[in-house]
């Protein structure tokens, strides 16, 4: 028998306390990954007390640690809760792609029929205006609550962008920022499932305030593959880790440069780091976005490239979140 075979057995033998089926055939868990002896699974824990909730983990690591092969496992727990999502999307540093890998998920998740939102909370460098085709276009207001702004891509969204001059620096205090970042967020969302929050690079304040305050479901955090990068990436894992916010995975930016000229392909901040990193963390890694011109004109335009028909970059990576979102309900992209 092929080993995922094995260690989806092993899944399924432990069981669900409110529907009596195995986790993997109830639907409460995704077939579980391994790769070099380390395996991942996520369960949805939907419903179930916090008691039962560690007794599902502690059951699911024991069952799987016992399939031969099995070095080490890591089981994310998620569960549905009532009113919508908070991913956080974050960095270790800035300039590393957080605001373009945002901006191209809303859209890829969009696209596949989720009802998402983005939050520009890069409240000292606000980009998303731009990059979502919605610079200079204010939010209105009924009542205390401002409504978000629809961009071009169907996508609703707020950025600090449009609440100040084009140009103005924002110069504010952590309190002050955070703040603001909480009208954001508070917005009159609707019908709005899942809320990007591109966030400022680092691990601040401002971080801090919105992690604690609004709690999201999982973090994804972007890197470039040089080591430098990688290693402000590990510090923003540390910062989630006793946040305890969960770690949906890695994505790689900038990797590989293909000259448009001779078509050689080069990698000028190194190849294969963040995947590297991931899986001496134990983190799943969710996909690697090359260093690609069109890729900073198109955003630049304000036209994400996640929205061309054969994006097969930005909807993987969609998929995989989607996915972690949702084991029990696979989306198609
Ligand atoms: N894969 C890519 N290929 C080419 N250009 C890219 C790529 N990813 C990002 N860029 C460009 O790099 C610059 C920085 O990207 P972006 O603003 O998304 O980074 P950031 O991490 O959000 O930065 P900040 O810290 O300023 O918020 C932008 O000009 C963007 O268009």
Redesign the pocket.
């Known amino acids: 028998m092929n080993i995922d075979t094995v260690l989806s057995d092993a899944l399924d033998r432990v069981v669900d306390p409110i529907s009596g089926k195995g986790l993997l055939s109830g639907g409460r868990a995704s077939p579980p990954r391994i790769s070099e002896g380390a395996v991942s699974v996520v369960v949805d824990v939907t419903g179930l007390s916090t008691g039962a909730r560690e007794t599902i983990e502690a059951q699911v690591k024991a069952s799987l640690m016992s399939v031969a092969g099995v070095d080490s496992v890591r089981v994310a727990l998620t569960a549905e809760k009532r009113g919508r999502k908070i991913i956080a999307i974050g ?1 270790g ?11 191209n998920l809303a859209v890829a998740l969009r696209k596949a029929g989720r009802k998402v939102g983005l939050v520009d909370a ?1 409240i ?4 998303q205006a731009r ?1 979502m085709g919605t610079e200079g276009i204010r939010p209105t207001a009924e009542g205390q609550k401002m409504d978000p702004v629809l961009s071009p891509h169907g996508v609703p969204m707020l950025s600090m962008a449009q609440l100040v001059k084009p140009g103005q620096a924002i110069a504010w205090r952590g309190p002050m920022a955070a703040n603001a970042l909480g009208q954001l967020i508070d917005a009159e969302w609707g019908d709005t499932e899942l809320l990007l929050l ?1 966030l ?2 680092g691990t601040g304040d401002v971080q801090l305030t919105m992690v604690q305050k609004y709690k999201p479901v999982g973090a994804l955090i ?1 890197s470039t593959p040089q080591d430098l990068a990688l290693m402000d990436a590990t510090r923003a894992i540390d910062f989630f880790n006793q946040a305890h916010v969960p770690i949906i995975g890695l994505v790689e ?3 590989g ?1 293909e000259c448009p000229h001779c078509g050689e392909v080069s990698d000028p901040f190194g190849h294969g780091g963040a995947q590297a990193a991931a899986m001496s963390m134990e983190l799943p890694f969710l996909g690697r ?9 198109a ?2 335009a304000g036209t994400p490239p996640a929205l061309a028909d054969d994006d097969a970059i930005f909807a993987p990576i969609a998929q995989k979140l989607s996915d972690w979102l949702n084991p029990a309900k696979p989306a198609s992209f």
Do not use: F, Q
Request: glycine share 14%; hydrophobic share 30%; aromatic share 6%.
């Open positions: 960095s540093k800035g300039g590393v792609g957080k605001s373009t890998l945002s901006a890069d000292y460098g606000p980009s990059l591109d400022p690079p972007v930016n900038m990797a440069y976005v090359p260093l690609d011109i069109g890729i900073r004109t955003s630049d």
